[in-house]
Structure formats: structure tokens, C-alpha cells
């Protein structure tokens, strides 16, 4: 997320598209009860789901920045600099944030030592991100060895690989209950291609080798249909299923992939073409480096929030949900801020 590249020159338009991730990744998580709490199906729990379903498809677009950046021609992979200084540094701050977690629910449930140690192994959900993207950059240095020698059809046969056996087949594992199928596509087992890889070469491939222009004018379309088809395929299948269904808003569902790949690609082309003023540069270059923080952070201020009854019910539905997913981002930079500026130990805490 905070993650750069050493390329010659800072490229503004990751840092946009890492800000408006990370307010993302705070609407997944504000939006989450409400669709415990409204009735199922109601105009408010579709609209709600919707936005749910938008915020989504920008925790791959997370990965595919990384890709972007990591893959770039420009940039040299040294493989002990990258361990000392990329894969080492998100460890450390993948035990510190894991522990500080676990030391609270110690202290507020004044558990045993042994839940301690659990709780620092296992971590809050969302630090899963930090995890698998320790493994991509574990296995970096092969990637950029082959990227730098493969031509455009080899990457374009990764990508169809990763479309067919990863996107295709979780889509059809989500939505279909036949038990042939999913028997058939769980028997899959192609653990490169089947994983976030499929988005850090993505990335890479929409910004260094790019669409050609009928290529684009099909992804344009693509991406506008993708948002009201995963709004749609996630009302069918709660309706059908008398629950919240959200499976068409997972990382690896088709819609949600044009959705991503479209934003992340689209995004960057039009802030890439704006040069931003000295001033502004520098905020959003900040910005961007809070962004791993915020990520981390905004869990806890939420947990926090809750004891003090703060959340998005008082003033209303939409006002409410803007309003305390605007708080919850707020404090959560003010926080990441404060900590990534402590001398020596800042960096290896967001």
C-alpha cells in the first residue's frame, strides 16, 4: 500500500489510486452490518449492498499498484535489498499489529497468555492482506526475471490462465450448488495462477505493456456492466437463498474482476495525464504513504467507536454510513500519520 518502487520519478496517480483504496476498504467494513440490520432485499440493503460491491474491487487494485510498481521496467529487484526492506519491514509490521490486537482482547477479556499467543498467530481478519502480500514478494524476484524475458503473448497466456482456472471457475464455484461442479472445479490445482499473482502481473500488464484501442473500448463497456451485474447476482442469490448473499462482490467473481482491472486501469490513465501542482503532489504523495495505516488502524477505531455507541444509525441511512465511514477514515490517517513520522521505528509500524 505505502509500498514504492524506485523509479525515477514519482508517478502520482498510484498515490489517488491508494487513497481511494483504502477509503474503500473502510466502506467494506462500515457497510458490513447493515446488511445484518436493514431487511433483506429492501431498497436501502440494495443500495447498500451496491456500494458494498464497488468497494470491493479495490482491494485487488491494491495488488495490481504493487505489481505495477515492482514489475516495472525501471525497476531492478535486488533479492537481499527487497527481503531487508519490503519483506522483512511488512513481517515486522504484520507481528506488531497482530500483537497489539491480541494484547487488547487480552487486557478486555483478561484472557490467558496462551490466548495471547493465538491471538498474535492468528491476527485480525483483514491482516490476511499483509500475508499474502509477504508471499508475492517472496517470490518477486522469479517473477520479474520472467516478465523481464517473456513477451507480451507469454504474459497474456499467464493472464488467460489466471481468467479461466481462477476468475471463471470461483465464479462458478460461488453460484452454482451442483455438486459434479463444484467437485470438478475444486479438484483444480494450479497454486500460481489461482492466486493474487493473477492481479500483481495484472497490474503490471495494463500499465507497462497497455490495450490497444479496441481492446480499450471493449474493457470501457466491460467495466460500466460489472457493477450492476455483481449488484445483480448477489440479490438473486440472497433471494434465492433467504440470506445475504455476497459472493459476486469476492476478489476473484467475474464481475468483480472487469470492475477492478477497469477502475485500476482507467484511474491511472486519466490522473496520468495530469500534472498535479507542487503542493498538491506533496499531499498526495503523503497521503499515499499513510495509506498502509489506515488499513491497519481502522479496525481498532472502529471496535473503539462501538463501545462509545458511535456508528452509522444515528443520523440516518446514507447520511449516517458517509458520516462514520468519513470518521473512521479520518481518525484512522490521523493515527497512521502520527506513527509512520516516529523516528527509527516508524516505518516498521505502518
Not at 500500500?1 to 462500515?30: G, P
Not at 517473477?143 to 465464479?171: G, H, P
Not at 463497456?221 to 450492476?228: F, K, Q
Not at 491497519?296 to 465511514?325: C, S
Request: with cysteine; charged share 15%.
Amino acid at each position: 500500500m505505502a509500498e514504492t518502487a524506485n523509479n525515477k520519478q514519482h508517478i502520482y496517480a498510484y498515490d489517488v489510486l491508494r487513497i481511494l483504496s483504502a477509503f474503500m476498504v473502510v466502506v467494506i467494513h462500515t457497510t458490513t452490518k447493515s446488511f445484518q440490520e436493514l431487511p433483506l432485499l429492501s431498497g436501502s440493503w440494495t443500495a447498500v449492498m451496491t456500494t458494498s460491491a464497488l468497494a470491493h474491487a479495490f482491494v485487488p487494485i491494491f495488488v495490481m499498484i504493487s505489481g505495477a510498481l515492482f514489475l516495472s521496467p525501471d525497476r531492478k529487484i535486488d533479492t537481499a535489498s527487497l527481503w531487508k526492506h519490503n519483506i522483512l519491514r511488512m513481517a515486522i509490521v504484520l507481528f506488531v499489529w497482530s500483537f497489539a490486537y491480541g494484547l487488547y482482547d487480552f487486557l478486555q477479556y483478561k484472557a490467558s497468555l496462551k490466548f495471547l499467543v493465538w491471538e498474535t498467530l492468528d491476527g485480525r481478519n483483514h491482516l490476511w492482506f499483509l500475508r499474502m502480500l509477504i508471499g508475492i514478494y517472496v517470490i518477486l524476484p522469479i517473477l520479474a526475471v520472467w516478465v523481464r524475458n517473456a513477451s507480451a503473448k507469454s504474459i497474456q497466456y499467464f493472464l488467460v490462465l489466471f481468467f479461466a482456472f481462477e476468475i471463471c471457475a470461483e465464479t462458478l464455484i460461488a453460484f452454482s450448488t451442483h455438486e459434479v461442479v463444484q467437485y470438478a472445479l475444486n479438484v483444480r490445482n494450479f497454486p500460481l495462477v489461482c492466486s493474487y499473482a493473477g492481479f500483481f502481473l495484472l497490474g503490471y500488464y495494463l500499465i507497462h505493456v497497455g490495450l490497444s484501442a479496441k481492446a480499450e473500448k471493449v474493457f470501457g463497456v466491460l467495466t460500466l456492466l460489472s457493477l450492476p451485474l455483481s449488484a445483480l447476482m448477489s440479490y438473486i442469490a440472497s433471494s434465492k437463498r433467504g440470506i445475504p448473499y455476497l459472493e459476486a462482490s469476492n476478489s476473484f467473481c467475474l464481475p468483480t474482476f472487469f470492475l477492478s482491472a477497469g477502475l485500476f486501469y482507467f484511474i491511472f490513465r486519466f490522473c496520468n495525464k495530469k500534472t498535479p501542482k507542487a503542493g498538491t503532489h506533496k499531499i498526495l504523495k503523503g497521503l499515499g504513504a499513510d495509506t498502509l495505516g489506515i488499513y491497519l488502524i481502522h479496525i481498532g477505531v472502529m471496535e473503539q467507536l462501538a463501545r462509545f455507541d458511535i456508528n452509522w444509525t444515528k443520523p440516518g441511512l446514507f447520511i449516517g454510513l458517509l458520516g462514520y465511514t468519513l470518521v473512521v477514515f479520518l481518525i484512522s490517517l490521523g493515527i497512521s500519520a502520527l506513527l509512520r513520522r516516529i523516528p527509527l521505528i516508524g516505518k516498521y509500524i505502518c
